[in-house]
């Protein structure tokens, strides 16, 4: 369990930390990344129950990944439609090839854009960037992007 902002908790389901250790991107290799889907509980604890792997309709290189539109959009209202509305979107996670990974330039926009255009049903949105090594976990709102303890990969 890590802490987020206003004492909200988060907790990564052990299916979520599978995606991620499958997907640790060898040197050289294209970036793989996908959405968050989960919920918010009573107490305030942000579960991430689902990480989706990449879709043949994402776009990826060594140094970027662009997921696609129109695919997670799909992948968010089935999971919504199948819960009753319990599932949200959360967030974007995405590899990069280095031990302990920070989030780029790029990474900090493209966060920003998720907030400020997305409609979601959170005040928030999260940023997973899986290494070698460890997790960077940053959960932005408003206008700051905070990073949470690092996670070890594989738990």
């Not at 900090?108 to 959170?122: C, E, F, G, P, V």
Request: hydrophobic fraction near 40%; aromatic fraction near 8%.
């Amino acid at each position: 369990m890590y802490k987020l902002r206003r004492g909200r908790r988060l907790i990564l389901t052990p299916s979520v930390l599978e995606v991620f250790s499958a997907h640790i991107q060898a040197k050289g290799a294209n970036e793989a990344g996908g959405i968050l889907l989960g919920r918010r509980l009573e107490d305030g604890t942000v579960l991430v129950e689902r990480a989706t792997t990449p879709s043949p309709l994402d776009d990826a290189g060594p140094s970027f990944f662009v997921r696609s539109r129109i695919a997670a959009q799909a992948i968010i209202d089935d999971a919504w439609r199948e819960s009753d509305g319990y599932v949200v979107y959360l967030g974007e996670w995405h590899t990069h090839a280095v031990a302990q990974p920070h989030p780029s330039a790029q990474d900090r926009k493209m966060i920003a854009s998720m907030l400020n255009d997305s409609k979601t049903d959170t005040d928030f949105v999260l940023l997973v960037i899986v290494g070698w090594n460890e997790l960077w976990v940053g959960c932005r709102a408003k206008n700051w992007l905070r990073r949470t303890a690092p996670i070890t990969c594989g738990g």
